[in-house]
C-alpha cells in the first residue's frame, strides 16, 4: 500500500496569569505598547493549546504516533510547568521574554520539540482567548 501522511492533535487546556511588559521598555512605553495587559496585577487566560504532529501512518500500528504518549509530553512540556502559574514568575523562561502568545508558543514548540521523534512536530496553536489565536510552526 502506499504510504500515508496523516495529521495528528491533541488539545489541551490550562489556566494560567501573566503581564505583558517588556523589561526593554519604559514603563510609560509599557503601558502604551500593552495597555490594560500592562496590569501591573497581572490578569489571567484559560489558554487552550492544540499541538499538532505530522507523518507517515506506521503500516503495522496504523498511528502516526501513538496519542497516548502525545498526552504524556503535554503534560511534562505544558501543564506541569505552566497550569495554575504566574507565567511571568513562576517560569524561568519568561523572567525576560515577554509572556505574548506567541512567544509561549515558542516556548511550548521548543519544549515539545526535544521530546518528540525527530521532525514530527508540525504545529502548535494557542487559543489565548476565544478570538486571540498563535499558531506556531518552528519557523
Ligand atoms: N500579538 C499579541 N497581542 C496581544 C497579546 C498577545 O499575546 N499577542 N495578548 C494580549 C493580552 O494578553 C490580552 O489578555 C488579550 O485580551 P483581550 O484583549 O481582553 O482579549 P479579547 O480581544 O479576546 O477580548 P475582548 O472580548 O475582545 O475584549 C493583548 N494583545
Ligand atoms: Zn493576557
Redesign the pocket.
Known amino acids: 500500500m502506499a504510504e500515508r501522511v496523516a495529521y495528528i492533535t491533541r488539545v489541551q487546556s490550562f489556566s494560567a496569569c501573566h503581564r505583558?511588559h517588556s523589561p526593554d521598555l519604559s514603563d510609560e512605553e509599557n503601558k502604551k505598547v500593552f495597555g490594560k495587559?500592562n496590569n501591573p496585577n497581572g490578569?489571567g487566560?484559560n489558554y487552550k493549546v492544540e499541538v499538532t504532529v505530522r507523518g507517515k501512518i506506521d503500516a503495522e500500528t496504523g498511528m502516526v504516533m501513538n496519542l497516548t504518549d502525545l498526552k504524556r509530553y503535554i503534560e511534562d512540556v505544558i501543564m506541569t510547568p505552566l497550569d495554575h502559574k504566574n507565567l511571568d514568575k513562576d517560569v524561568p523562561y519568561f523572567a525576560k521574554v515577554v509572556s505574548?502568545?506567541?512567544n509561549l508558543a515558542v516556548y511550548i514548540w521548543d519544549h515539545m520539540v526535544k521530546e518528540l521523534p525527530e521532525g514530527l512536530l508540525y504545529e502548535v496553536k494557542i487559543h489565548?482567548?476565544?478570538?486571540?489565536i498563535?499558531v506556531y510552526r518552528g519557523e
Open positions: 505583558l495587559c490578569h487566560h505574548t502568545t506567541e489565548e482567548t476565544d478570538k486571540n498563535v
